[in-house]
T-cell receptor, first 114, second 109 residues
């Protein structure tokens, strides 16, 4: 059974703190993604990666960075958390788009920044 | 700009049929996806359409008309467990996914 695991389901942080969200997939997928999900909005892509040590900016990369040192692990970093980064963060992985490219999502990490 | 439209919320009765529409305007087209998301859970893949027509998968079917920029998800024999949000997403010419805001489906007994 395919699995994408996110390190924390719920986090509460203070403004200015550094936040790490980790994601691990066991499907040997090349592609990994970080989205945020907010009420009334579609999923918004923060960063994605098509290979180890490779990263590409998505639609809303400001205030975020990522790291992909190993194929199975993709981390999202908030260098200095702000209240407008309170959101649900979803990690996903996929095979190459030419093979349907359906996304497999983790359970999500709900971050609250006070 | 790129845009995906779907109704915010729909209500249907257990055992009935419901159709959730999705219209899109994107830069190119490389497939349309439907995902189901139960409250507090991860989205899960339901269907993928890249050619015009109807794709049937058990109680769920998905239709695509590329010329009209239109898709629908048809759910038959509704069950209480079908209460969820349904997300429509289109893959554009750069193979990037553009997401709708989702349709919350409420099933009543």
């Amino acid at each position: 059974d395919v699995k994408v695991t996110q390190s924390s389901r719920y986090l509460v942080k203070r403004t200015g703190e550094k936040v790490f969200l980790e994601c691990v997939q066991d499907m040997d997928h090349e592609n990994m993604f970080w989205y945020r999900q907010d009420p009334g909005l579609g999923l918004r892509l923060i960063y994605f990666s098509y290979d180890v040590k490779m990263k590409e900016k998505g639609d809303i990369p400001e205030g975020y960075s990522v790291s992909r040192e190993k194929k199975e692990r993709f981390s999202l970093i908030l260098e200095s958390a702000s209240t407008n980064q309170t959101s649900m963060y979803l990690c996903a992985s996929s095979l190459t788009p030419e093979v349907t490219g359906e996304l497999f999502f983790g359970e999500g990490s709900r971050l609250t920044v006070l | 700009g790129q845009n995906i439209d779907q109704p915010t919320e729909m209500t249907a009765t257990e055992g009935a049929i419901v159709q959730i529409n999705c219209t899109y305007q994107t830069s190119g087209f490389n497939g349309l996806f439907w995902y189901q998301q139960h409250a507090g859970e991860a989205p899960t893949f339901l269907s993928y359409n890249v050619l015009d027509g109807l794709e049937e998968k058990g109680r769920f079917s998905s239709f695509l008309s590329r010329s009209k920029g239109y898709s629908y998800l048809l759910l038959k024999e509704l069950q209480m467990k079908d209460s969820a949000s349904y997300l429509c997403a289109v893959r554009d010419s750069n193979y990037q996914l553009i997401w709708g805001a989702g349709t919350k489906l409420i099933i009543k007994p």
